[in-house]
């Protein structure tokens, strides 16, 4: 068991160019959450899976912002027409949902936009 | 609204003991949850607590009162190494985690 990976670990973008990120969770957890986190503050919810299915957007997150889970496993996080304001941590987190929930989290992928 | 309120920074010294407080409203209550947090890296789990009462591991113990929405994180025999922020988070009825701000804990020789 690797724990949960991220790719990239960082990266740097122009406003208005879209961007994808990746999450590996750990094998067979069945939940996996995106959040962003800046600063001095705790992560902030995104959106989460269970298996392949989307259970829950925050209200927070724009339109130019999708994730998918295709097959339940790996998942993607896309940020369309990035403006400075995404920048940030994203963190990526899985857990068995009748362990706990538990959250293991990725390292993030640290996103500056110029 | 959902509320989870800790203090932004505190200071202790090596080998003392430090308590870290938590106090939350949330829709829904589904466990409570510390982490630690290392400037730049992931937040790695600490302890969980879903009913009233301590639980104990280690140097790290923490504490539960549901009726009054309040938790705390004791940490003893503090090291060097322990220099990083708490994060406090509350499980919901949508089994959403609500974060605290973090506790930035500064250790002094």
């Known amino acids: 068991d690797t724990g949960v990976s991220q790719d990239p670990r960082h990266k740097i973008t122009k406003r208005g160019q879209n961007v994808t990120f990746r999450c590996d969770p750990i094998s067979e957890h069945n939940r996996l959450y995106w959040y962003r986190q800046t600063l001095g503050q705790g992560p902030e919810f995104l959106t989460y899976f269970q298996n392949e299915a989307q259970l829950e957007k925050s209200r927070l997150l724009s339109d130019r912002f999708s994730a998918e889970r295709p097959k339940g496993s790996f998942s993607t996080l896309e940020i369309q027409r990035t403006e400075q304001g995404d920048s940030a941590m994203y963190l990526c987190a899985s857990s068995l949902s009748w362990a706990k929930n538990i959250q293991y989290f990725g390292a993030g992928t640290r996103l500056s936009v110029l | 609204g959902q509320n989870i309120d800790q203090p932004t920074e505190m200071t202790a010294t090596e080998g003392a003991i430090v308590q870290i407080n938590c106090t939350y409203q949330?829709?829904?209550?589904?466990?409570l949850f510390w982490y630690q947090q290392h400037a730049g890296e992931a937040p790695t789990f600490l302890s969980y607590n879903v009913l009233d009462g301590l639980e104990e591991k280690g140097r790290f113990s923490s504490f539960l009162s549901r009726s009054k929405g309040y938790s705390y994180l004791l940490l003893k025999e503090l090291q060097m190494k322990d220099s990083a922020s708490y994060l406090c988070?509350?499980?919901?009825?949508?089994?959403?985690?609500?974060w605290g701000a973090g506790t930035k804990l500064i250790i002094k020789p």
């Open positions: 949330t829709s829904g209550f589904n466990g």
């Open positions: 988070g509350v499980m919901d009825s949508n089994y959403q985690l609500i």
